[in-house]
């Protein structure tokens, strides 16, 4: 091979390593990506640090001089943090506002609390020992293992002054493996500080121990008050002041139907009745009998009708409720759950259903297959991208995160900035997005490729562009110092915010589980919670919290940094 051609290949090679063009940028970006994905795969005693594993292969390449031209890295970085907060806003906005109604508002308010003190302390470490309070939001950020919060503390000291300080992410780096590991471990910590019985906290968690006499029970009875042949449902609940819910009948001849208000009832037909426990005397004594039918014959009974699942697809129906469907007592079928964004919803009459909404619903085949039609239930529409509610919606987040305001004490004007801004659009426009005719749905399948891709972008760039100085940093620059501030961070608020729910407001251990993992937006956690816990209740807790708490995370770095300054 002639000696040029050799020169032109290392030339090429070179310039494809080294330089600053599109394809060097792409490769060192897809490169890291790609190395830091095959590393998340790791686990260490079960606890893996998934994607952030981007952030540290980013590092090592940065130290190495595998670095990215300046602007380049600095738009995959912004506009990666825009696709994954956007993303989370998505997910996270129908279940927002329904988040703080009843227990939700006790948990929130545990949540809140967390946030705040690991701010507080992250303030004091920041007084006491003279460390940048700059450095000690990254800390804060990795402490509780909140990315989001870390690129909209970088946003807000770049729009401030204008330059970058890297010491935000290194901070973030050092502290975030422990901030993984803390999180698990306070779980693990208030089991045995708080002397926690697993079967009694199963027990409380399953309502076992409560009084019965105000826990709704189930039950049936047979028709043989004369006085009640040939009326209808709704009569009967004027004639009696007991509140009770029929959910199944069946006709002396054994067909089985799901009963509307309107439903006549007639000597020999056999209800399935739900009520207060309180009530259940005198409701039995109403009807004629209680008769001996375990849940097991009414489903064997219930054969006869059918289950499906069928999906919200027509734009007629969009922000109707239930109860403006007239599902029961129109088309005879019963809503037993409506799951969006991921999230199951309580099926109240007053729940507006949107596009995208997964319907389960139990009745006859035909009138099954009419609800259905009359929600469209079209798998075709749903394929079909809406990038209408994407794109506008990121671009009204970047207008609204760009506009100031003063907040008492601040010196500057605060903005919610490349993060918070698009955050907080995406959960208004997920929830009330139907209103302006606006489909917001995307499949969760979707939803999560658009959030990973984000998220894995955003950690590449900051971590090419930290990784300069890194490992100077730790070693001469009090790094190590650092992993202990992020210690104290992550365990103290958990520890007291755990101890506030267990002896303020009783919550059970399951329920601590959830608040601990959301109020660290932490999934490791979750995962955790998940593999010891034979309910779900953890998951509940960490879904209520989780929206509140990520908008805190975003914001309240944003204000340290601001007053940083």
């Not at 027990?203 to 105000?214: F, H, L, N, P, Q």
């Not at 009745?363 to 994407?390: C, H, T, W, Y």
């Not at 103290?492 to 407001?505: N, T």
């Not at 009783?506 to 608040?515: A, I, P, R, W």
Request: aromatic residues 10%.
């Amino acid at each position: 091979m002639p000696p040029f051609f050799n020169a032109y290949i290392m030339n090429w090679f070179n310039d494809l390593i080294t330089g600053t063009s599109i394809a060097h940028s792409v490769l060192v970006l897809s490169g890291v990506t790609a190395l830091g994905v095959l590393l998340s795969r790791i686990k260490i005693c079960g606890v893996s640090l998934g994607v952030t594993w981007i952030l540290f292969v980013g590092i090592v390449a940065g130290h190495f001089g595998l670095t990215v031209e300046h602007n380049i890295l600095h738009f995959i970085k912004e506009f990666g943090l825009i696709l994954f907060v956007y993303s989370v806003g998505l997910q996270v906005g129908p279940g927002f506002f329904s988040s703080f109604k009843k227990g939700g508002l006790t948990l929130n308010a545990v949540a809140v609390m967390i946030v705040l003190m690991g701010v507080i302390i992250a303030y004091i470490i920041h007084l006491v020992t003279g460390t940048s309070l700059v450095t000690m939001v990254g800390v804060l950020c990795g402490a509780v293992t909140n990315t989001p919060g870390l690129g909209a503390a970088q946003q807000t000291y770049l729009e401030a002054t204008g330059a970058s300080d890297p010491s935000i992410a290194m901070g973030y780096a050092v502290a975030y493996p422990l901030g993984v590991v803390g999180i698990v471990m306070s779980i693990v910590v208030i089991k045995g500080l708080f002397r926690m019985n697993m079967d009694k906290e199963l027990e409380k968690a399953t309502g076992a121990s409560e009084d019965t006499t105000k826990m709704a029970t189930k039950y049936s009875v047979g028709i043989k008050n004369a006085a009640i042949f040939g009326k209808t449902i709704a009569e009967l609940h004027s004639f009696i002041d007991k509140d009770f819910v029929v959910s199944r009948l069946c006709r002396e001849n054994g067909k089985v139907e799901i009963p509307t208000s309107q439903t006549k009832l007639f000597e020999g037909d056999k209800l399935r009745v739900i009520s207060v426990d309180a009530s259940k005397d005198s409701i039995v004594a109403f009807f004629g009998e209680l008769l001996d039918m375990s849940s097991d014959e009414w489903h064997e009974m219930d054969g006869q009708m059918a289950t499906r699942k069928v999906v919200v697809t027509k734009h007629k129906v969009n922000g109707k409720t239930l109860g403006e469907l007239k599902v029961r007592s129109v088309f005879g079928v019963n809503v037993t759950r409506v799951t969006r964004a991921g999230v199951d919803l309580v099926a109240a009459p007053d729940l507006e259903l949107q596009i995208g909404d997964r319907v389960l619903a139990v009745g006859d085949e035909n009138k099954l297959e009419s609800f259905a039609n009359m929600v469209g239930n079209s798998a075709k529409q749903l394929r079909e991208p809406n990038l209408l509610a994407i794109f506008l919606g990121i671009a009204v987040g970047v207008i609204f995160g760009s506009i100031p305001f003063m907040l008492p004490g601040m010196p500057q004007p605060v903005k919610m900035g490349l993060a918070g801004g698009p955050l907080i659009i995406a959960i208004l426009i997920s929830r009330f997005g139907y209103k302006f005719n606006i489909v917001t749905y995307t499949t969760l399948s979707a939803n999560m490729m658009l959030r990973e891709v984000g998220i894995s972008l955003f950690l590449a760039a900051v971590g090419i562009s930290s990784g300069e100085g890194f490992i100077d940093t730790v070693v001469n620059k009090g790094g190590f110092a650092w992993i202990g501030y992020g210690v104290i961070i992550t365990l103290v608020p958990m520890l007291a915010g755990a101890a506030i729910g267990r002896f303020v407001f009783k919550f059970n251990y399951f329920q601590l589980m959830g608040l601990i993992s959301g109020s660290g937006t932490n999934p490791s956690g979750l995962a955790y919670s998940n593999s010891v816990s034979p309910i779900n209740q953890q998951a509940v807790s960490y879904a209520t919290v989780y929206p509140l708490v990520m908008f805190l995370r975003v914001l309240t770095p944003q204000i340290l940094i601001l007053m940083a300054l």
